[in-house]
């Protein structure tokens, strides 16, 4: 299961915010996942960093907007949606947007560990 812990609101382009995401059986907390809304498709995206170039400067594109790498990142399509779909709708019930308990979309895909 994955839970939101805290949200805040950025309207930037299609971003709409970042959610601080837990991990409960994992005892992980990822913060920063970017939620996103755009064209009627929403989605979480992992936290990246600026990209950097030998300078240490933000490197942008044609558009100038900054370019960002993954640091994070599922070793599939399929459970990257999966990833995302469980993420939105924690925060939906965060936000109090919810009309359905939050999926446990994840738990078959989760390693099971103790720390």
Not at 50 to 64: I, K, S, T, W
Not at 69 to 92: C, G, H, P
Request: contains cysteine; charged residues 30%; glycine residues 6%.
């Amino acid at each position: 299961m994955i839970e939101c812990v805290d949200f805040r609101a950025v309207e930037r382009g299609s971003l709409r915010g970042f959610a601080k995401v837990g991990v409960p059986q994992w005892h992980l907390t990822i913060d920063d996942v970017a939620i996103h809304d755009s064209n009627g498709k929403r989605w979480a995206a992992l936290p990246a960093r600026p990209q950097l170039n030998a300078n240490r400067e933000v490197v942008r594109g044609d558009d100038g907007k900054p370019k960002y790498v993954k640091t994070l990142f599922f070793d599939s399509r399929e459970i990257a949606d999966r990833f995302s779909s469980a993420v939105l709708e924690a925060v939906d019930k965060h936000q109090g947007n919810s009309k359905k308990p939050v999926a446990d979309v994840l738990n078959d895909e989760l390693p099971d560990f103790t720390l």
